[in-house]
């Protein structure tokens, strides 16, 4: 499968649990981005990376949020003290730099927090 | 004020029609403008990008006004399968990050 990779598909979480997503990328891009979907909504950026540095955060990453790259390949993206608010869908989009801006969306993460 | 504004629809138009999709955008430095096609529970996939010139692809056209900050999407002979939402999308301050309309949701009925 040469596309964008995201595990889980699913979570339900209680409540002030943490949570963990991963992302693989297409394997040449070297740029993913993190989005947050909730119903009724497009997608709205929370971070992105190019290689392993973080160079952009959006005011909707609280401190509870936490992106990494490490080796600028996967990303993980973590969320600590879940809530309610935090239910929604969590993309993972990677592209190469020099492309048109063709994002390639991973299937998304659907987090429920009850 | 949003930064992408989009009527959210429903549109039900019959198979055949052409359909017509609107959006502003409120940042007059964005460079890149693009449509995203999302099918219910699924991802945005890419539609298009489009151009001050305007650009069409088969049945689909879309255009750009920048001084009206203004992007369009024209849909003509419509199918069912072009049932969807239909995401307007414009780059961010910063050129990386793209912006998302809230979609206009299109249904095509037989």
């Known amino acids: 499968d040469t596309g964008v990779s995201q595990n889980p598909r699913h979570k339900i979480t209680k409540r002030g649990q943490n949570v963990t997503f991963r992302c693989d990328p297409i394997?040449?891009?070297?740029?993913l981005y993190w989005y947050r979907q909730t119903l009724g909504q497009g997608p709205e950026f929370l971070t992105y990376?190019?290689?392993?540095?973080?160079?952009?955060k959006s005011r909707l990453l609280s401190d509870r949020f936490s992106a990494e790259r490490p080796k600028g390949s996967f990303s993980t993206l973590e969320i600590q003290r879940t809530e309610q608010g935090d239910s929604a869908m969590y993309l993972c989009?990677?592209?190469?730099?020099?492309?048109?801006?063709?994002?390639?969306f991973g299937s998304g993460t659907r987090l429920t927090v009850v | 004020r949003k930064e992408v504004e989009q009527d959210p629809g429903p549109f039900n138009v019959p198979e055949g029609a052409t359909v017509a999709f609107n959006c502003t955008y409120s940042?007059?430095?964005?460079?890149?403008f693009f449509w995203y096609r999302q099918d219910c529970r699924k991802e945005p996939k890419l539609l298009m990008s489009?151009?001050?010139s305007g650009n069409e692809d088969g049945r689909f056209t879309a255009q750009l006004n920048r001084a009206s900050q203004y992007i369009s999407l024209l849909i003509r002979d419509s199918k069912l399968s072009d049932s969807a939402t239909y995401l307007c999308?414009?780059?961010?301050?910063?050129?990386?990050?793209?912006?998302f309309g809230k979609g206009t949701s299109l249904l095509v009925t037989p």
């Open positions: 989009a990677s592209v190469n730099t020099g492309d048109s801006y063709g994002y390639t």
């Open positions: 394997s040449e891009h070297n740029r």
């Open positions: 990376f190019q290689n392993e540095a973080q160079l952009e």
């Open positions: 940042n007059s430095a964005s460079q890149s």
């Open positions: 489009v151009y001050s």
């Open positions: 999308v414009v780059s961010s301050n910063s050129g990386y990050a793209l912006n």
